[in-house]
């Protein structure tokens, strides 16, 4: 029986690439795409061996061609931490909505089913909580982080329009903070900035009061329900993420005394719009998909830190 082939924008990115390394696992023949605007080769460069993967460096926001059949497109292309969005707000804009109707136009060409990576940001800074699918959010359209809010709304309303007009097989899964190996150290996040912050002896900075929730979703269990929902036949967006809550200014507690450095938490200026909590309710995945979180924050850092120890040391 021929492969079924597969293709993951965003490839070499932190997302892109875990997703390409489970579709390889599962048999798939895999077309890994990123213009490396901010991905890393070095994140797929154990790919590039394998008979099944193959990397086109290109730039979605550009027509996309990719010769051959096509069974599933998986869109995870873009700027995706405020900093990151910040300095880049135009490329953040257009990978949402041009990249999005490119990548929709090939799936239709195609006939292949196309899931698209929105977020918990399409909530905003939520006046409901936890969030389910059916919030509608509350969104600055011209704030800081609006480029990248109001490009992923927009991407889920151009989605739904090509499954409604055109009838095309599509999944949209709402991604909520998620950390793991592959994470950039200075892609300016909680996360890895305050393991970075333990690692190389300097104080952790808490942004605001630290009163502001989050709720964080080891990579693993991240990949499993996009693979599943994917499969699935659910075509409304779909919240996937850990709905284990915990402050920022505990989170980073949390992270000096389990790397048992002698630092201390500072506080800086809440960014602009920062939501002020964020927990998904995970109800339709576990009923749908029969998928919950596995993987305990404790277990995700340590092999979060073992892997940022290692970026560190060796360079
Ligand atoms: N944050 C912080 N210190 C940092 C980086 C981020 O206190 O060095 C805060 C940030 O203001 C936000 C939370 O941590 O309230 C999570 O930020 P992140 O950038 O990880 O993700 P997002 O805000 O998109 O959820």
């Not at 995706?80 to 999005?100: E, F, H, N, R, W």
């Not at 970075?196 to 502001?212: C, H, M, N, W, Y």
């Not at 996009?226 to 949390?254: T, V």
Request: a negative charge; proline letters at 6%; glycine letters at 8%.
């Amino acid at each position: 029986m021929e492969k079924k082939r597969v293709l993951i924008t965003g490839a070499a990115g932190f997302l892109g690439s875990h997703l390409c390394d489970r579709f390889i696992k599962e048999g798939y023949e895999v077309i890994g795409m990123d213009n490396l605007l901010t991905g890393r080769l070095e994140n797929i460069s154990h790919l590039f061996p394998l008979q099944d993967f193959h990397f086109y460096f290109h730039d979605v926001t550009k027509f996309v061609h990719v010769p051959g059949r096509l069974d599933y497109i998986l869109h995870f292309a873009s700027p995706a931490s405020p900093i990151d969005y910040l300095k880049m707000p135009i490329q953040t804009m257009k990978v949402g909505s041009l990249g999005t109707h490119n990548l929709l136009g090939l799936a239709k060409a195609k006939n292949a089913r196309i899931l698209i990576a929105s977020t918990s940001e399409v909530y905003g800074d939520p006046t409901v909580h936890p969030q389910p699918e059916e919030y509608w959010g509350n969104v600055n359209p011209i704030g800081p982080r609006g480029v990248y809010d109001e490009a992923k709304r927009f991407q889920e309303a151009l989605t739904m329009a090509y499954h409604t007009f055109h009838g095309l097989e599509t999944r949209i899964v709402r991604i909520f903070n998620t950390y793991g190996p592959r994470m950039r150290l200075n892609d300016g996040r909680a996360l890895p900035t305050f393991l970075r912050q333990a690692i190389e002896g300097e104080d952790l900075t808490v942004f605001g009061d630290g009163s502001q929730t989050r709720s964080f979703c080891y990579v693993d269990d991240l990949v499993e329900g996009i693979y599943r929902l994917l499969l699935s036949d659910y075509h409304l967006p779909m919240n996937i993420g850990n709905p284990q809550e915990i402050s920022i200014k505990d989170f980073a507690e949390e992270i000096i005394s389990f790397t048992g450095c002698d630092q201390k938490v500072i506080y800086e200026p809440l960014p602009k719009d920062d939501p002020k909590q964020r927990q998904p309710d995970i109800s339709k995945a576990k009923a749908i998909l029969n998928w919950e979180p596995k993987v305990s924050r404790t277990e995700g850092l340590k092999a979060t830190y073992e892997y940022f120890k290692g970026v560190i040391e060796g360079s």
